[in-house]
């Protein structure tokens, strides 16, 4: 019998297995709170940039640094902005969380912080969101249908199982 023809002999089950789940635990819930961060850094961005205008943006080009302060037409740069955005956001929630239910993390989380900043007034009595701001109005309609389109399309694929 050559040693290629020998019997092998069956490894010891690994101790390394209750680690490797207690790893995947701390990636899942790393995954977790990496969402929500980058959840609310994304939505503030985005509620940021709902109110930009072209007076704000063309101001910079003459060396005014307030883009705040800017009149003129509004700038729907949060529109395409939240699409992409909230897309990666489900991507990664689901990829790092391995589980159908996560994206209801950055989902649910990016919902409340819109809508209650649509529904916050200021001290002067002005909303943070106008209803007169259709940049903002849109915003909130394709962040949401993002979040949806993701799902659904995970529906129709379901997540792979190792």
Known sequence: MTVSEA?????PESPEAPAGKAAE????????LV????????????????????????????????????NG??????????????L????????????????GVPW???TVLVLGAAGTRTTEG????GGDNWVALVMILVG?????VYAYRMIMKPLKRG
């Open 7 to 11: 019997p092998e002999a069956e490894a």
């Open 144 to 148: 949401s249908l993002a979040f949806a």
């Open 108 to 110: 649910a989380l990016w």
């Open 126 to 129: 002005d909303y943070l969101l």
């Open 88 to 103: 990666a956001l489900a991507w990664f929630a689901t990829t790092t969380i391995a589980r159908s239910w996560a994206i």
């Open 35 to 70: 969402s929500i961060v980058a959840t609310v850094v994304v939505t503030l961005i985005e509620l940021e940039l709902s109110v930009l205008r072209v007076g704000g943006v063309t101001g910079l080009f003459h060396g005014d640094l307030a883009v705040w302060e800017g």
């Open 73 to 86: 037409q509004l700038i729907g740069l949060s529109i395409p902005l939240t699409i992409a955005a909230n």
């Open 25 to 32: 635990t701390v990636v899942r819930l790393g995954g977790v």
